[in-house]
């Protein structure tokens, strides 16, 4: 079982920061994670992945330059980095937690077994 806690979402103006935390807890060894965000009335797309081992990322093409996935295995936790932020960011972003061969399975929701509840960030223009 891996428990996950996201924070760090909140009001921004468009062309701010913010940096997301997904604290884990439990099982984690070996485990891939990702962002994934939904806004209203959307299905829920993947932002960004980032394997266990080699730490290799990868990224939706619509964020790709502007957010940024690490990990600190030692703290069991995953940041997103979220810069230059646009008004069509707002939503609604989980962390997940899952088992994949490479980082680009990652993009798939199908291949996390472990969500978080989810944290709102709005990004008012």
């Known amino acids: 079982q891996v428990q996950l806690v996201e924070s760090g979402g909140g009001l921004v103006q468009a062309g701010g920061s913010l940096r997301l935390s997904c604290a884990a807890s439990?099982?984690?060894?070996?485990?891939?994670m990702g962002w994934f965000r939904q806004a209203p009335g959307k299905e829920r797309e993947f932002v960004a992945a980032?394997?266990?081992?080699?730490?290799?990322?990868y990224y939706a093409d619509s964020v790709k330059g502007r957010f940024t996935i690490s990990r600190d295995n030692a703290k069991n936790t995953v940041y997103l980095q979220m810069n230059t932020l646009k008004p069509e960011d707002t939503a609604v972003y989980y962390c997940?937690?899952?088992?994949?061969?490479?980082?680009?399975?990652?993009?798939?929701?199908?291949?996390?077994?472990?969500w978080g509840q989810g944290t709102q960030v709005t990004v008012s223009s």
């Open positions: 997940a937690a899952g088992t994949f061969r490479t980082v680009v399975d990652g993009t798939n929701v199908g291949r996390y077994d472990y």
């Open positions: 439990g099982r984690t060894f070996g485990t891939g």
């Open positions: 980032i394997s266990w081992s080699h730490g290799s990322t």
